[in-house]
């Protein structure tokens, strides 16, 4: 019923003010796909630090998913753009409590306590640790930190200049990225450079993983040819001046090339949301685990 009331341009480019749209269901899915990968890495580090099915295993994923959890649900009710956009904002309105304070103000600052109450309680019980003189995961506790934190500023301390969940998620996910490329990286030399003959075994992938330079150029080549010349072709990147493609603004009739330059950069980002579902699960793969 929601997408027969919006044209295909309006739904992609989110051309309206009190409605939710594709942008933001591809956030919130990229939010929960971030969410998931920290929970792998973590993961990786219960593992190198011996972890595997203790106490501290299973308060790690709690602490994770509920501290990021609870910083989305912040940003979800705090900033008045994000509520109209998803229609929260009526319907909190609606709903005052006794202390009349609005239901999504309400939850905004449950939620701040929630993710408060998380970080002391993960802080004591390493604090215990460290009194009883048993070993930390240092690394794994530093990630933790800097995740949360980073998540918790983001949707806590009223400094967000967003519209809608994209700049939200875009900010939160920029580290991780940089993050991801060494995780692949390292797994790259691990799992192609054995090989003799890396090309015959491995194709590209196996040629790449034989310099660090090489890696990095053609990684942001990949990422940057397709993204800048097409957003430079129909002047959508600031900093082309080509103009609007074939010098017009519409393809195919009535619909806008901007239409094409959204269904690109959110297929990218979708087909990388799927593919990693399946690639990376050390816990089916032994070979998976060593190299990592």
């Known amino acids: 019923f929601f997408f027969k009331q919006k044209t295909a341009y309006e739904i992609l480019t989110c051309d309206w003010s009190s409605d939710v749209c594709s942008s933001d269901l591809v956030s919130v899915w990229a939010y929960y796909h971030v969410v998931h990968q920290h929970y792998g890495i973590m993961r ?45 904002g009526k319907w909190a309105a609606a709903h005052a409590g006794v202390t009349g304070m609005k239901l999504d103000e309400i939850v905004f600052y449950l939620s701040g306590f929630g993710v408060a109450v998380l970080v002391l309680c993960y802080a004591v019980f390493q604090i215990g640790k460290f009194v009883r003189r048993e070993p930390i995961n240092l690394p794994k506790v530093v990630f933790l930190a800097t995740v949360i934190f980073l998540h918790s500023f983001m949707a806590f301390s009223g400094l967000m200049p967003t519209t809608s969940a994209l700049g939200f998620t875009a900010v939160v996910t920029i580290y991780h990225d940089i993050q991801y490329f060494f995780v692949v990286w390292f797994y790259a030399k691990n799992r192609y450079r054995k090989s003799p003959q890396p090309w015959r075994q491995f194709g590209l992938a196996g040629v790449l993983a034989k310099s660090f330079p090489l890696f990095l150029v053609a990684d942001i080549v990949m990422v940057s040819l397709p993204l800048w010349g097409f957003g430079c072709l129909i002047n959508r990147v600031p900093v082309c001046s080509s103009g609007v493609a074939f010098g017009t603004p519409t393809f195919l009739g009535d619909t806008g090339w901007i239409l094409l330059f959204a269904w690109f950069t959110a297929s990218v980002q979708m087909h990388h949301y799927v593919l990693d579902q399946f690639i990376w699960r050390p816990s089916r793969s032994a070979q998976l685990r060593k190299e990592l």
Do not use: C, H, M, Q
């Open 44 to 88: 990786l580090y219960n593992r190198k630090g011996g972890e595997y099915g203790t106490p501290e295993f299973k308060l790690d994923a709690i602490v994770l998913y509920g501290a990021l959890g609870l910083a989305f649900l912040g940003v979800v009710t705090g900033f008045d753009p994000i509520r109209s956009r998803i229609g929260l």
